[in-house]
C-alpha cells in the first residue's frame, strides 16, 4: 500500500510562472519530508526538506509547505527556469527510522521557455 | 569527492538468468542502501546495510534477491533467477546517517525478457 502519493504525473509550466507540486501521505507517524530532482539517467539529488514541526520552508526559488492535518504537502518553485525540467519526488521518514525513505511515484515537470 | 557509482548502468537479461548488479558508495559512508522504481511508480526501499550488517531487509520483494556487503565497501544485489516483474531500475544510495545527506548513484536499468 502507498503511503506517500503524488497524484498528478506531469505538470507543464511556462517560465517565469510558479510550479506547484503536490503530495499527499496516508501515515501520520511520518515526520521529516523531503523533495528530490532527478534528471533523466541520473540518480535523484536532494532539493528541500522540512521537518513536522513546521509548515513552511524556503530555500531561494523553492519553497516546501506542510499541512500536517490534511497529511499534505507542496513544493513550490518561482520562478520557473527550463532547468527545472525534472522528475520530483516527495519522500517522507518515520519518527523511528530515518533509514528508510518511502517516496512518491513522482511528478515530471516541464517549464517550457 | 566521489558520488555513489553503479555498474552496469543498463542491463538486459533472459527471464531465468542471474544478473549482479554492484554499488560503490561514497568513502567513509557506514550507511548504504538499495531501492527500485518499477514501470515509472514510486521508488521503493529494498534494503539497508551498517557496514557489512543488513540492519533493515524488509523492502527485499523475495528470496531471488540477495544483497550482500563484503568488508563494508561495496555492496551487490544479485537476483536469480531473474522474472520479468524484476524489470526496473535500481538505485543505490549511502549516508553517514544524516537524511538530508543521502547521495543516490544514477541506477542500474534492469530489463528481464
Known amino acids: 500500500d502507498q503511503q506517500v502519493k503524488q497524484n498528478s504525473p506531469s505538470l507543464s509550466v511556462q517560465e517565469g510562472r510558479i510550479s506547484i507540486l503536490n503530495c499527499d501521505y496516508t501515515?501520520?507517524?511520518?515526520?521529516?519530508f523531503l523533495w528530490y530532482k532527478k534528471y533523466p539517467a541520473e540518480g535523484p539529488t536532494f532539493l528541500i526538506s522540512?521537518?513536522?514541526?513546521?509548515d513552511k520552508n524556503e530555500d531561494g526559488r523553492f519553497t516546501v509547505f506542510l499541512n500536517k492535518s490534511a497529511k499534505h504537502l507542496s513544493l513550490h518553485i518561482v520562478p520557473s527556469q527550463p532547468g527545472d525540467s525534472a522528475v520530483y519526488f516527495c519522500a517522507a521518514i518515520l519518527i523511528y527510522n530515518f533509514n528508510k525513505f518511502y517516496f512518491g511515484s513522482g511528478t515530471k515537470l516541464n517549464v517550457k521557455p | 569527492e566521489a558520488g555513489v557509482t553503479q555498474f552496469p548502468s543498463h542491463s538486459v537479461i533472459e527471464k531465468g538468468q542471474t544478473v549482479t548488479l554492484r554499488c560503490d558508495p561514497i568513502?567513509?559512508?557506514?550507511?548504504l542502501y538499495w531501492y527500485r522504481r518499477v514501470m515509472g511508480k514510486e521508488i521503493k526501499f529494498l534494503l539497508h546495510f551498517v557496514k557489512e550488517s543488513k540492519q533493515d531487509e524488509s523492502g527485499m520483494p523475495n528470496n531471488r534477491f540477495l544483497a550482500e556487503r563484503t568488508g563494508g565497501t561495496y555492496s551487490t544485489l544479485k537476483v536469480q533467477p531473474a522474472e520479468l516483474e524484476d524489470s526496473g531500475v535500481y538505485f543505490c544510495a549511502s549516508s553517514q546517517g544524516q537524511p538530508r545527506g543521502y547521495t543516490f548513484g544514477s541506477g542500474t536499468r534492469l530489463t528481464v525478457v
Open positions: 501515515n501520520s507517524m511520518f515526520d521529516y
Open positions: 568513502s567513509g559512508h557506514d550507511n
Open positions: 522540512i521537518s513536522s514541526i513546521k
